[in-house]
């Protein structure tokens, strides 16, 4: 039996997700919702889940510095072997008392991005904070004793379909991210750029 490829199941889901929903206007958790349907369908409804908490006050990681607040959330998670066990990081296993161990138990994790969910487009700022806050978990597992060493794979999913301003990826790229870096090596970007009239 082969192993699971998370990396193309997750792709797909994500490919299915931006092409269908790409015209809808909607508030961002309507997308999240659906976003998470795709992924079951992918991956199935008990290994899917929205929004586990990490507490980073104390983390070393100089991302940490870049986020605002005490604790991260993250939008989208899919867990390595069917059964969800995500309780609020203070009642998590772990000595950590952060929920950091929490990663071995996860396959992805994910922050989708909607540009229609935004009056004026998505600011670069907000999408920069995702890839700072994925980069920031998997430096702080790096240097955990109680992370193992096989993380989640990560990724920042921007759906480009605001009706008239067109999000600039290049800038985010070239200018955003070049100043102030993120893990390349292990946060990936999804994107896709829905045709406008």
Not at 28 to 55: C, M
Not at 169 to 185: A, G, I, M, Q, V
Request: hydrophobic content about 40%.
């Amino acid at each position: 039996m082969s192993a699971e490829d998370f990396d193309l199941k997750f792709r797909a889901a994500w490919t299915v997700f931006a092409s269908t929903c790409a015209e809808a206007v909607a508030p961002e958790a309507t997308f999240q919702v659906w976003f998470a349907h795709y992924l079951i369908s992918q991956f199935g409804i008990d290994r899917v889940a929205r929004e586990p908490n990490f507490k980073h006050r104390h983390f070393t990681s100089h991302y940490a510095a870049l986020l605002q607040g005490g604790e991260v959330k993250l939008d989208a998670v899919v867990t390595r072997e069917p059964g969800v066990d995500l309780p609020h990081y203070a009642h998590r296993r772990g000595e950590s008392g952060s929920g950091l161990e929490t990663l071995n138990e996860l396959a992805i994790i994910a922050e989708p991005k909607v540009a229609s969910t935004q009056g004026d487009g998505l600011d670069h700022t907000e999408v920069c904070k995702d890839f700072w806050k994925l980069s920031m978990l998997l430096d702080e597992a790096d240097e955990a004793p109680s992370v193992n060493d096989r993380l989640p794979l990560a990724y920042v999913c921007v759906l480009d379909n605001h009706k008239t301003k067109a999000y600039n990826f290049n800038w985010l790229l070239d200018h955003r991210l070049r100043n102030e870096p993120y893990d390349s090596e292990r946060v990936a970007l999804l994107r896709y750029s829905q045709s406008r009239r």
